[in-house]
């Protein structure tokens, strides 16, 4: 089917690297996610980020993000179980936005259970290793065979971040803003996404190696509504070692 192929969960398994952990499933085997740890402390980030921002993104936005999904993984298990149709469809909404995956529902009613535990709360969990502290590395520009690839893609570093930033303070709203692998043509290019969408949402072979969080609790208690400044900054925490060992991962 159609959506089966938009969910590319071959695609999502590279980028999330397992940080989407299962906490439980139930006897259809439904697996709920738990809030993933991070790697460095909430303050570790400035001055690019705030420690008050960090701390207030991981244990307030994302702990939502999970408790709703979860509970509406609950609420879709029982209609499943039901065999209502309806439930499902209306449920989609909140596991969409709240898990980041658009066709989870639909899946599990199928009975494609793989397809379907493959999305989960995945924007914020990409997000979170996306970003390093300066004295580890973050900031660091690319080298190796990613380097080269946005050399040839996007004319030089500069100008993808020029472009990135470009992209991320045009987008109406909130969304993200992504640097993705097409790893059937093998090229990068910048996408955005609405709300909660997930990078697989704009194709089944883009592979998701770094992105940017624009919505304002993203920022705002520090950049106030300047957003550009926002995305200016946080090029000097940007993780560039994992985006590389997505890219060589996925092409190998």
Request: glycine share 10%; no cysteine.
């Amino acid at each position: 089917m159609a959506l089966r192929t938009l969910a590319s969960k071959k695609a999502l398994s590279f980028a999330l690297g397992g940080a989407a952990r299962p906490l439980a499933a139930s006897a259809r085997g439904v697996a709920t996610v738990t809030l993933p740890d991070l790697s460095y402390d909430f303050g570790a980030l400035e001055p690019a980020i705030s420690g008050e921002i960090m701390r207030l993104h991981h244990q307030k936005h994302h702990a939502t993000y999970v408790a709703n999904y979860n509970k509406a993984l609950e609420q879709l298990d029982a209609a499943v179980a039901k065999g209502d149709a309806s439930a499902v469809v209306q449920l989609q909404g909140a596991i969409k936005f709240n898990g980041g995956g658009e066709y989870r529902a639909l899946f599990i009613f199928w009975g494609d259970l793989d397809g379907a535990n493959s999305m989960g709360h995945v924007n914020h969990s990409i997000f979170w290793k996306n970003l390093k502290p300066i004295s580890e590395g973050g900031g660091e520009p690319p080298h190796g065979k990613l380097g080269w690839a946005i050399d040839e893609d996007f004319g030089s570093f500069e100008a993808l971040v020029k472009k990135m930033n470009a992209e991320g303070a045009a987008l109406q709203g909130s969304g993200w803003v992504w640097l993705a692998l097409d790893k059937e043509a093998k090229r990068l290019s910048v996408e955005t996404t609405a709300n909660q969408d997930p990078l697989v949402t704009k194709g089944a072979s883009l592979v998701p190696l770094l992105g940017i969080d624009v919505w304002e609790h993203a920022y705002y208690l520090q950049y106030k509504n300047v957003r550009p400044d926002y995305l200016n900054n946080i090029w000097k925490v940007m993780n560039w070692k994992y985006a590389g060992e997505v890219y060589e991962n996925v092409l190998a």
